[in-house]
Every structure is written in structure tokens, then in C-alpha cells.
């Protein structure tokens, strides 16, 4: 069974930063791309950060220059460094790895994510 294991939220006021960890089990880490998403109250989820197998990375436009994403795979986790947090920034963020086959996107079942609340 796939687990997903978000942590490292919390509450930080503009300009600030904070580490996401999200502790994976049940996959074969090494080989997945892995993502981090987030959600904000009463919009959809979006793609924050990703990087593949090979360390290649890509950022959705909020995050980059501000985001690093990176991964240890001798402990099946991945990392989100998020420095010059922003009110904007205000989400539940999630981890995942998805794949991709014929044109869609598979995702596993969805952790409970992190919450991050910057204030102003």
C-alpha cells in the first residue's frame, strides 16, 4: 500500500521560510517522478514543484527563483525548500508521484498534506 506522508507546515509570516518533508513507502521511490502540489481554499490543486529519477527539475511559475525541490533516495522522501513565503502561499500542500500513460496523468491516493499559512 502506497503512503504519503506530508509534514513541515506551519505558520510563518511573509518573507519567511520553511522545509516541507513528505516520507514515502510502498513505491519504488528511486524510479518515480515525485511531485509537490498544493490546494488553497476554494481553488484547484496545482502543481508546485516536480523532479524525476535523474534530479531534473520543474516549477510551476509561483515557485520558481523562491522553491527548490530536491530528494534523498536513500530515505524515499522528498523535499520542498520554500524561502520568501508570500500571503499567496497559503495552501495545503500535498506530495505525489504521478505517471503518465497514453496522455493521462495517474496520481496514488492523496496524503492528508501540510498546511502553510504566511501571514501578512
Known amino acids: 500500500q502506497v503512503q504519503l506522508v506530508e509534514s513541515g507546515g506551519g505558520l510563518v509570516q511573509a518573507g519567511g521560510s520553511l522545509r516541507l518533508s513528505c516520507e514515502t513507502s510502498g513505491i519504488i521511490f528511486s524510479v518515480n517522478v515525485m511531485g509537490w502540489y498544493r490546494q488553497a481554499p476554494g481553488k484547484r490543486r496545482e502543481l508546485v514543484a516536480e523532479?524525476?529519477?535523474?534530479?531534473?527539475?520543474n516549477y510551476g511559475g509561483s515557485a520558481k527563483g523562491r522553491f527548490t525541490i530536491s530528494r534523498d533516495n536513500a530515505k524515499n522522501t522528498v523535499y520542498l525548500q520554500m524561502n520568501n513565503l508570500s500571503p499567496e502561499d497559503t495552501a495545503v500542500y500535498y506530495c505525489n508521484a504521478p505517471r503518465t500513460f497514453n496522455g493521462d496523468t495517474y496520481y496514488f491516493t492523496w496524503g492528508q498534506g501540510t498546511r502553510v499559512t504566511v501571514s501578512s
Open positions: 523532479i524525476d529519477s535523474g534530479g531534473m527539475t
